[in-house]
């Protein structure tokens, strides 16, 4: 099955996101369900991705091995089969993980190694990103002198989250956990950045999500360093100035705004060859990553 739209497994379902679907195991564990479906501007499309899913598990997988050493992750590691029937199990073979069932802390960890995005038209208002004041040469999509932490909090469903200081934060998690998000959020993208660039692949941004097991330990969760959390560059098409291609739905975000589209439901139908190019670069990023 190259693409999966909607999952109907023969447990309780928790949550279905834009693009996960979440069900319960037992008190102690969950199921993530990766789909191929495709939101953009906060809208879920009809059309979905051929294999993004698949691509998205395996690239989370992939970074949650790599860093199990730095800190605790969700994981579980359990075969599906041990909670799915044949049937349901060949469903999602894939694209579902077992995961732990955490607290989740209610702030997103974003960092950011390079001036782009929101950070880039934060700069341009005010010569800061997030608060955080920088020095007035910068250019667009140029490494910054020295990595960023600019958390977010957790919005409402149906709201966007807002950009918050780290004072904040102190106050949403106590000044400890705090602390250990930014030191474990800064070294996870030190480590995660510095093993891309060797593969050809340079990482601008990203964002961590982490919860509290049963011992209250920081555990890493959600995706973690996947083309729907990050912003990917290829290192040989980089340049100073301009924007780089990214390996993400950024090209169906660019062909959304030659539309006239007001960006609420419903979605417009995308172009096959669109569709067929955000799936290649999915595809992309995981084979790179891989060498």
């Known amino acids: 099955m190259d693409t999966l739209l909607d999952t109907n497994l023969n447990l309780p379902l928790i949550q279905k996101g834009k693009v996960r ?23 879920v ?31 579980t590691h359990e075969a599906l089969d041990t909670v799915l ?18 607290k989740p802390l209610a702030i997103e960890a974003i960092v950011r190694g390079y001036i782009i995005g929101s950070g880039w038209k934060d700069y341009q208002k005010t010569g800061s990103i997030c608060g955080i004041k920088l020095a007035s040469n910068l250019q667009l999509a140029e490494k910054l002198p020295e990595v960023l932490y600019t958390p977010s909090s957790k919005a409402a469903v149906g709201q ?32 995660a950045a510095e ?9 601008a941004d990203t964002k961590f999500e ?41 090209i169906i975000r660019d062909y959304l705004e030659t539309l006239d589209w007001d960006k609420t439901p419903p979605a417009p139908t995308l172009p096959q060859h669109i569709i067929n190019k955000t799936a290649e670069k999915y595809q992309q990023i995981q084979q790179l990553l891989k060498r």
Request: hydrophobic share 45%; proline share 2%.
């Open 45 to 75: 499309f009809a059309d979905g991705i051929a294999k993004k899913g698949a691509v998205l598990t395996a690239v989370a997988n992939f970074w949650f091995d790599k860093t199990q050493t730095m800190m605790p992750n969700h994981l």
């Open 21 to 43: 679907d979440i069900y319960t195991i037992d008190e102690k564990r969950m199921l993530i369900v990766t789909t191929d479906r495709l939101s953009a501007f906060d809208v």
């Open 85 to 102: 029937s044949k049937a349901d199990a060949q469903q999602v073979e894939g694209r579902a993980v077992i995961v732990k069932k955490l």
């Open 195 to 203: 093993f891309a660039l060797e593969r050809g692949i340079i990482i």
């Open 160 to 191: 966007h989250d807002e950009n918050i200081d780290f004072a904040t934060t102190v106050d949403i998690l106590g000044e400890d956990l705090a602390r250990q998000v930014r030191q474990a959020s800064l070294a996870l993208y030190q480590f």
């Open 210 to 250: 982490f919860g509290l097991d049963e011992n209250n330990t920081l555990t890493l969760m959600d995706e973690v360093l996947t083309p729907d959390s990050s912003r990917f560059w290829l290192k040989d098409d980089y340049q100073i100035g301009t924007s780089p291609k990214s390996f993400d739905k950024q």
